[in-house]
C-alpha cells in the first residue's frame, strides 16, 4: 500500500509498505478519507511529546472495515467507522474518572501507534465508531476535532445565555464557535486575519468584557492574556491550544482568580464518548460542517496540502489515498 512515513524529525517520504495485519481485537481499515490538521504539520516539522518514530501520522479517519483479527457482535466487515484515536486502558484513575484521554497508558493514532495517512491500517476494535447512514464521509470527518471542541466545552461548563469569546477563527476556532451556538451560548470571534474574521463574522479585537467564557485556539501567549482579561465574574478560561516552550510561562495576576472566582482549565483532545456525541450532533444538523471543506486532494500531494496549511489558506483539508 502506499502510506506516509516519518522516520525523522523534519521529512518525511511518501512510499510502499506492506499492508498491516490486525490482530485479536483489532480490525484492518481501508481508509476512505483522512484529515489534515496542524498538528499533523507540527508532527512532521518539528515533533511532538507523544511522537514515537517511524511512524505513519493521520488522526482524523473514516473508513470501511476490511478484516478482523477477531469477532466482535458491534462491527461488521464492510461497516464504515470513525477510529476515535485514542486507546485508553479504562481502569486507572483518569479513566474512571470519565477522562478517558488522560489514561495514563493512553496511546494515541499517528502518534504512538501507525494513522490514516495510508490505503489501510490497523485500528483496535473498541476505538470503531459506527458512522450513521446519511453522514457523508465528508462530513464524518469532522467527529475528530468537533470531539476536541466537545471535550473543551464540557470542561468549560457552557450552558443556554452564557457569553463566550474565542480567540481564533481557523478549523478550531470555528467549530468552536459553532458548537457553543448549539449549546445555547452566544459566540464572540477574535481573528487577527482579516479572510477569516469575515467568514465568520467575527472581530479583530473583543468588543466587550465580562465573559462568562473564553477559549484560545491559537497558539499566542497574548491571545491567553486578552481572554483572562475579558472574563467576568466566575468566568472560565479553557487553555484549547498549546504554546511555544519559550512563551508558556507568563504572569497571572492571581488576585483577580481570587476575587472574581474564576477558572482556569486545561483541554487537550478527547474521550470515546465525545466521538458518539460529535457524530451524532453532525448527523442531527446541530452543527455545521459541510461549508469548512476548502480542498479536496490526493494523500500524494500531502506538500502542497501541508502548504496550504501553514499560509492559512483553506479550512479544513481532505486528503484521499
Request: glycine share 10%; net charge negative; aromatic share 6%.
Amino acid at each position: 500500500m502506499k502510506a506516509v512515513l516519518i522516520e525523522e524529525i523534519g521529512s518525511y517520504k511518501y512510499t510502499e509498505m506492506d499492508i498491516p495485519v490486525p490482530k485479536s481485537g483489532e480490525a484492518l481499515i481501508k481508509v476512505n478519507v483522512t484529515g489534515l490538521c496542524r498538528t499533523d504539520l507540527k508532527i512532521i516539522k518539528v515533533g511532538h511529546r507523544d511522537l514515537v518514530l517511524p511512524r505513519v501520522p493521520g488522526e482524523e479517519v473514516i473508513g470501511v472495515v476490511e478484516a478482523m483479527g477477531s469477532d466482535d457482535p458491534e462491527i461488521s466487515i464492510g461497516q464504515r467507522v470513525y477510529i476515535y484515536p485514542g486507546i485508553s486502558c479504562g481502569e486507572c484513575r483518569p479513566c474512571k474518572s470519565g477522562a478517558g484521554n488522560l489514561c495514563e497508558g493512553m496511546k494515541i493514532m499517528g502518534f504512538h501507534r501507525d494513522g490514516g495517512f495510508a490505503e489501510y491500517l490497523s485500528a483496535p476494535l473498541k476505538s470503531l465508531i459506527p458512522v450513521p447512514d446519511e453522514l457523508p464521509d465528508e462530513e464524518a470527518i469532522f467527529a475528530e476535532p468537533l470531539s476536541c471542541c466537545l471535550n473543551a466545552i464540557e470542561l468549560a461548563r457552557i450552558s443556554e445565555g452564557d457569553k463566550v469569546g474565542i480567540w481564533g477563527a481557523g478549523p478550531a476556532g470555528t467549530l468552536l464557535s459553532r458548537a457553543v451556538k448549539a449549546f445555547g451560548g452566544t459566540a464572540l470571534n477574535v481573528e487577527k486575519d482579516k479572510r477569516r474574521r469575515l467568514l465568520i463574522e467575527g472581530y479583530e479585537t473583543l468588543p466587550e468584557k465580562g465573559l462568562d467564557a473564553a477559549f484560545v485556539a491559537v497558539g499566542d501567549k497574548n491571545a491567553y492574556i486578552e481572554a483572562m482579561e475579558s472574563l467576568g465574574p466566575r468566568g472560565r478560561l479553557v487553555v484549547f491550544s498549546g504554546l511555544p516552550k519559550d512563551d508558556s510561562l507568563f504572569q497571572v495576576d492571581f488576585n483577580r482568580i481570587h476575587y472574581l472566582e474564576q477558572t482556569v482549565v486545561g483541554a487537550y483532545g478527547c474521550s470515546y464518548r465525545h466521538g458518539v456525541q460529535a457524530l451524532n450532533m453532525i448527523a442531527a444538523g446541530q452543527v455545521n460542517v459541510k461549508d469548512m471543506i476548502s480542498h479536496k486532494m490526493p494523500l500524494s500531494e500531502l506538500e502542497e496540502a501541508m502548504g496550504l496549511v501553514e499560509r492559512r489558506e483553506g479550512m479544513k483539508i481532505l486528503l484521499y489515498p
